[in-house]
């Protein structure tokens, strides 16, 4: 089984920075596609980025440019770099992994993902 633990959440102003860690327990970190997922009051959970065993990301429209996935695989840890953050981000992050060694590619549908972190959150203020 594979255990995620997601850090680095925090109440920050518009305009600010935050760094997430996601740190994976478990065998095959390395050949998993993974991807940070959030979850404001009253709204889906949506995918904001993914990455895949090669390092490829994708990211969801609203936050290219502002956030930056990416992993270190000798840390079996998983990070979402975001900036500028407005508080339309404000909303519970989650870091998800696919099953290890399985054909995958970079993605963002939360279905897509059989196993979860239990959140980190984010609170951006105006």
């Known amino acids: 089984q594979v255990q995620l633990v997601e850090s680095g959440g925090g109440s920050v102003q518009a305009g600010g920075f935050l760094r997430l860690s996601c740190v994976v327990s478990g065998t095959g970190h390395s050949s998993r596609c993974m991807a940070w997922l959030r979850q404001a009051p009253g709204k889906e959970r949506e995918g904001v980025a993914g990455?895949?065993?090669?390092?490829?990301?994708t990211y969801t429209d609203s936050v290219k440019g502002r956030f930056t996935i990416s992993k270190d695989n000798a840390k079996n840890t998983l990070y979402l770099q975001i900036s500028s953050l407005k508080p339309e981000d404000t909303a519970m992050y989650y870091c998800?992994?696919?099953?290890?060694?399985?054909?995958?590619?970079?993605?963002?549908?939360?279905?897509?993902?059989?196993?979860w972190g239990r959140g980190t959150q984010v609170t951006v203020s105006s």
């Open positions: 990455i895949d065993k090669s390092g490829v990301t």
């Open positions: 998800a992994a696919d099953g290890a060694y399985r054909i995958c590619y970079a993605r963002l549908t939360p279905a897509d993902y059989p196993y």
